[in-house]
Structure formats: C-alpha cells, structure tokens
C-alpha cells in the first residue's frame, strides 16, 4: 500500500501527518508526503525522511488557507493528482479537503477535516461567513463532496463539519494520537502553561493574558504571537516564550504545570494531549471538543470568564493533592490515544478503498 499525504509545516498538521506516517509505516504503508506551503526546516525534514518508508516532498505549492483566490487552490490540486498519478499510489489522502474540488484523482481520496474558515468562523465570530470568505467554504464543500471518505478528529467536530456544510452523511471519526514526549527529570514547580497558535482569535489568548493579570505566579505561553497571515496579538501578562522546540516543550511539561487552554475553536488539540500525556492537571474551556474528549478528568471553564480562568488555575496551583490527582486522571486518558489507534483506523480506511477502486477497474486494467 502507497499513499500520497499533504501536509504543511505551519501547524499542528505537520505533527499529526509525521506521527500519522510513522505508525503507518510500522503496517507496511508507504508514504509520499507532499509538502505544501513554507518549506519545512532542515530539523522537520530530516527527521520525517529519517521514518521508514517516507518519502518528503516541498512541492512549493501554496496552503490552501494562505492562497489569494480559488485558481491558485485549484491548480495545486491539479498538481497533486498528478504527482499521486506519477508515483502510482493507491489512495491519496488530503489535510486539506479543498484541495479535490473539480479535481479528478485517478484514485480514492481520502479527506480529513482539521479545521476551515466555515467552523472557525462560527465558532469565534459566533455568526455567518463573511462573503470575503465564502469562496473558501465553496471550495472546501465541493473538495469534501468529492472525497470517498471524510474523516474528522472528534465527533464534535464531524457534527460541525457536516453541519457547516450540509453533508449527507457525517464524517468518520478517528481520534488523533499522539506519542507521549521524552520528558527529562523535573520536580514540580508552581506556574502554568499553555501553547499554541497565539496569534489565532480562536485559541483565545486574549481571556488568558487578562487571567494572568490576577494570578500570583506565572503562566507562560508557548507559541507564535505573529501568524503567516498578518495575524497577530498583543500580550501584556502572558509570559511569552515563543516557539518552542517539542524537546523545549518537553522540558517545561516535565516540571507538570498546570495547562491551560481558553480555546474558543479547538477541533482536537494536540497540544492538550501533550499535557495530558505528561501527567499535567488541565484547566479547559467548556467547549464541545474539550468535554469530549477531556469530560471527567479536567476543569471546565466559561472560555470568556478570565476571573473563572484565574481562580480554577489557582486552585489547582495550589492544591497539591487535587493536582497531582487530575494529572494522574489525565494521563491515563491521554494513554487511549496513541499513535497505533489512529494509524490501525486510517489503514482500515485505506485499505477498504484500495480494495473496492480495485474490484471496480475493468479485468483488461487489472491484468495490466
């Protein structure tokens, strides 16, 4: 089995497409992954090319979410069918469903709903997509209409998909995986932590610098306060790290903060599973996602109620034994989402459509 995977090296869609290969990998999928947008960093790249059976690809195509009109997202399309076309892959699966609108693959494609401006819209604007968008939505309905299978992270986002875009049928959920990082030796220390997206009105750092102003010790955030797009967010008590490197995040997650996340738009979360992983009580906000996949192991906030944000961080600062009981709580849910998991699911899938484009070719092709 041969698949191509887009991928970008801009957000979390670069860890979820290097883990996603590597467990494939270890089930004899071979995989092309086909790199759309910035170039990844030497450090992104050689350890993805370093994964058995991957090979990388810096197509130089642009990201769908960072083009200028729905030509460009059409052409790389038109690109990617051609390279899956050329390498004689089996199933093509795309971390951008626009990218099969009008698009005819020669093979099933398989998209995957990590996040579109239609959901993020409505979730942080809290109304409809404005008509400067709309030509995004357009294209992300038809891409989703074409694929043979539509997968979303968690069921609350596939019920978002399918809503935002009238789906006949809902997306499949395969929850995300995540190896758990190579933690160092730390004692605990008193601050808390979030990371993330900082520049993205839906990972609402907002609410959290206005918590921190009340905190008697420090929440730091990891992340980006500039995005590609011109985004950007001023933080006046945020402690701002920016980006940090998975063995830098490591590093601060072995001293087990307190991990926060105000998120008003959160499809999954890997940097919660991260957290969760590393034995970190959590402070969340009550949206869908979170009470998912966190119910009974986190604190649920109001995600505008900095005051509730401030308190219920201090609380769990402070309170050693409560602490280190919800750390321990959400790291044994963390252990449900592993690598293997998700990989085992997208296999399935794969294979299921590999089988049935092969039963349909006509017996002069398949003899060929």
Known sequence: MKILMTADAVGGVWQYSTDLARGLSELGVETLLAVAGPSPSPRQAEAASAIDGVTVID???????????????????????????????????LNAPALAAGVDFDMPVVAVAHSCVATWWAAVKGEGLSDEFRWRADLTAKGLSAAAVVVAPTDAFAKATQDAYRLRRRPVTVRNG?????????????????????????????????AAARL?????????????????????HLRALG??????????LAERPVFVSAALYEPFGLAVLEAAAAGCALVLSDIPTFRELWHGV?????????????????????????RAQMGRAAQERAAQFT??????????????????????RPRNMVAA
């Open 243 to 252: 980006s940090l490197d998975e063995q830098e995040i490591g590093r601060r």
């Open 298 to 322: 986190a604190a649920f906030v109001d995600p505008m109620d900095s005051d509730g944000f401030a308190k219920t961080v201090a609380l769990a600062v402070e309170d050693d034994f409560a």
């Open 59 to 93: 197509t130089g195509l642009p990201l769908d979410w960072l083009a200028n009109d729905s030509a460009s997202v059409r052409n790389a399309g038109y690109a990617l069918a051609k390279l899956a076309r050329r390498h004689r892959v089996d199933v093509v699966h």
């Open 178 to 210: 995540r190896a758990p990082l190579v933690l160092p030796d730390g004692a605990q220390q008193d601050f808390a932590f979030t990371a993330g997206r900082l520049w993205d009105k839906g990972k609402n750092a907002a609410t959290l610098d206005r």
């Open 339 to 360: 690598v293997g998991a998700m990989a085992g699911k997208m296999a399935a899938i794969y294979d299921g459509l590999a089988a049935r484009a092969q039963a349909a």
């Open 216 to 236: 008697s010790f420090p929440l730091y955030a990891a992340g980006p306060v500039r995005g590609p797009n011109g985004d950007a967010v001023e933080l006046q």
